[in-house]
């Protein structure tokens, strides 16, 4: 099985940045103009899910509960990596509404706000 995950936004490139110098994610596609949207796709390494940001002309309005996030699961050493790359941009480390994720992962916000949770290696 494969998955897709697909939100909106209102600026890819700014995104397009963030997932891949961040967060490692390779762009593996895109498209333009397609019945009004634009959109890029973003893949880690060889797993068999991807994410999808699609944006129009329409207004970008974000709908999201605080208990919607993203957790990413990764080894002792990729955890380390992206750790020092979100201290060397200054991005700044946010509280969860579920105390969860605040004891066990590293939990930081996109350019649109969306929450991106970071399990800690066991």
């Known amino acids: 099985m494969k998955c897709r995950i697909a939100k909106h936004t209102h600026d890819i490139p700014t995104l397009s940045t963030f997932y891949q110098k961040i967060l490692g994610f390779s762009l593996i596609g895109h498209f333009k103009d397609h019945s009004g949207y634009d959109g890029i796709f973003f893949a880690y390494k060889n797993e068999s899910w991807h994410l999808e940001f699609t944006q129009s ?23 380390e990596v992206l750790l020092s790359r979100i201290k060397n941009q200054s991005i700044e480390i946010i509280k969860t509404k579920n105390p969860y994720w605040n004891r066990a992962a590293t939990c930081i916000q996109d350019p649109d706000g969306n929450i991106i949770c970071i399990q800690k290696p066991s």
């Open 57 to 79: 002309n329409e207004s970008f309005e974000k709908n999201t509960n605080p208990d919607d996030l993203l957790a990413l699961y990764h080894n002792q050493e990729e955890y």
